[in-house]
């Protein structure tokens, strides 16, 4: 696949590359997208759906999920489908104002999934440190409110972005080498001092996963101290087994975050090949397993989920026996 001249593009339009040096193997890489981005709706939508027929799950650690897949399912509908387009068809070309809202959308949308991690680790501690102001502490007031502190907080870190993107001229290439439009991919295409926007986009990434990370393993020591203190083996770890999904997503958000962090800002000699496939790892293996770790590991949701299936199941057979009934009468 060969990129446009980008001699001849208008200047409101840019073009998507995809993974340089992998073109040929973009309808292979295609198959993980499609799986991932299908497990992706199936598994969120099923979360959802679990949570919200089901009062015995309307508990603050479920209503956290709820928020998390709710998130993973637009960040997951605002990259997929141009991902997609790309690996397929090679239809990279994307208007700019498309690109600064993708740009926008995307990491709002990881900014607002870090808030919610945060959100978790805390209820977390609530549950194990003081377990009788449990309900007091998180009453549906405030778990409205940590919603409404996560939706604004990634917003108003990435609003500038969009803006500050918007003053650069773009007056040599208007190829960007990535699946989508990443914040630092674009900035690299611009004529002139971009050093603004390199230390805002440096400091909004270090306010929320460096903030949000020292919180987390704050909330984990206080566990940890409250857990060790107990006497029983067996309270222990059962207070530990209720932290396990949470830790599980944990390393599973963070981790292809901090990888891709910290190779696209110090990792100069890494191919830009890697690069791209670390920063799609990011966005598109979290929200695919987060479903599965708590459907595996949480046994609520995994007795909810059985027990959609087999009221679905049960109301697909006596459809299909009234028929049956009306002709034997």
Same mark, same amino acid.
């Given at each position: 696949?060969?990129?446009?001249?980008?001699?001849?593009?208008?200047?409101?339009?840019?073009?998507?590359?995809?993974?340089?040096?992998?073109?040929?193997?973009?309808?292979?890489?295609?198959?993980?997208?499609?799986?991932?981005?299908?497990?992706?709706?199936?598994?969120?939508?099923?979360?959802?759906?679990?949570?919200?027929?089901?009062? #015995?799950?309307?508990?603050?650690?479920?209503? /956290?999920?709820? =928020?998390? @897949? &709710?998130?993973? %399912? $637009?960040?997951? *509908?605002?990259?997929?489908?141009?991902?997609?387009?790309?690996?397929?068809?090679?239809?990279?070309?994307?208007?700019?104002?498309?690109?600064? #809202?993708?740009?926008?959308?995307?990491?709002? /949308?990881?900014? =607002?999934? @870090? &808030?919610?991690? %945060? $959100?978790?680790? *805390?209820?977390?501690?609530?549950?194990?440190?003081?377990?009788?102001?449990?309900?007091?502490?998180?009453?549906?007031?405030?778990?409205?409110?940590?919603?409404?502190?996560?939706?604004?907080?990634?917003?108003?870190?990435?609003?500038?972005?969009?803006?500050?993107?918007?003053?650069?001229?773009?007056?040599?290439?208007?190829?960007?080498?990535?699946?989508?439009?990443?914040?630092?991919?674009?900035?690299?295409?611009?004529?002139?001092?971009?050093?603004?926007?390199?230390?805002?986009?440096?400091?909004?990434?270090?306010?929320?996963?460096?903030?949000?990370?020292?919180?987390?393993?704050?909330?984990?020591?206080?566990?940890?101290?409250?857990?060790?203190?107990?006497?029983?083996?067996?309270?222990?770890?059962?207070?530990?087994?209720?932290?396990?999904?949470?830790?599980?997503?944990?390393?599973?958000?963070?981790?292809?975050?901090?990888?891709?962090?910290?190779?696209?800002?110090?990792?100069?000699?890494?191919?830009?090949?890697?690069?791209?496939?670390?920063?799609?790892?990011?966005?598109?293996?979290?929200?695919?397993?987060?479903?599965?770790?708590?459907?595996?590991?949480?046994?609520?949701?995994?007795?909810?989920?059985?027990?959609?299936?087999?009221?679905?199941?049960?109301?697909?057979?006596?459809?299909?026996?009234?028929?049956?009934?009306?002709?034997?009468?």
């Amino acid at each position: 696949m060969e990129s446009p001249n980008h001699t001849n593009l208008d200047t409101s339009l840019f073009f998507l590359l995809g993974i340089p040096g992998l073109e040929q193997f973009h309808l292979w890489l295609s198959l993980p997208v499609c799986c991932l981005g299908t497990a992706t709706i199936v598994g969120n939508i099923t979360i959802l759906v679990v949570v919200a027929t089901e009062p #015995a799950l309307h508990k603050p650690v479920y209503l /956290f999920l709820c =928020m998390l @897949s &709710t998130i993973d %399912l $637009a960040a997951s *509908f605002s990259t997929v489908p141009k991902l997609l387009a790309i690996l397929w068809c090679g239809a990279g070309h994307i208007s700019a104002s498309a690109c600064l #809202a993708q740009m926008f959308f995307i990491h709002a /949308f990881c900014m =607002m999934e @870090s &808030t919610v991690l %945060l $959100a978790m680790a *805390f209820d977390r501690y609530v549950a194990i440190c003081y377990p009788l102001r449990y309900a007091t502490i998180l009453t549906d007031t405030i778990i409205v409110r940590i919603g409404v502190v996560a939706m604004v907080r990634g917003s108003m870190l990435m609003l500038p972005c969009p803006f500050l993107i918007g003053r650069l001229s773009f007056c040599q290439s208007h190829v960007i080498p990535h699946t989508y439009c990443e914040h630092m991919a674009v900035v690299k295409l611009a004529c002139g001092d971009t050093r603004l926007n390199r230390v805002y986009g440096l400091t909004a990434a270090l306010l929320v996963i460096g903030v949000d990370l020292f919180c987390i393993g704050l909330s984990y020591a206080f566990i940890a101290r409250a857990v060790f203190r107990l006497s029983s083996h067996e309270a222990r770890s059962k207070a530990l087994g209720t932290c396990g999904s949470h830790v599980c997503v944990i390393l599973i958000s963070y981790t292809p975050a901090l990888f891709s962090f910290f190779t696209h800002r110090f990792g100069h000699h890494v191919p830009l090949h890697i690069h791209i496939l670390l920063a799609n790892v990011y966005l598109l293996f979290p929200p695919a397993l987060n479903p599965m770790v708590y459907g595996v590991k949480t046994k609520e949701i995994r007795e909810k989920v059985v027990k959609v299936f087999q009221k679905g199941q049960g109301t697909g057979v006596k459809a299909s026996e009234r028929p049956r009934n009306i002709e034997e009468t």
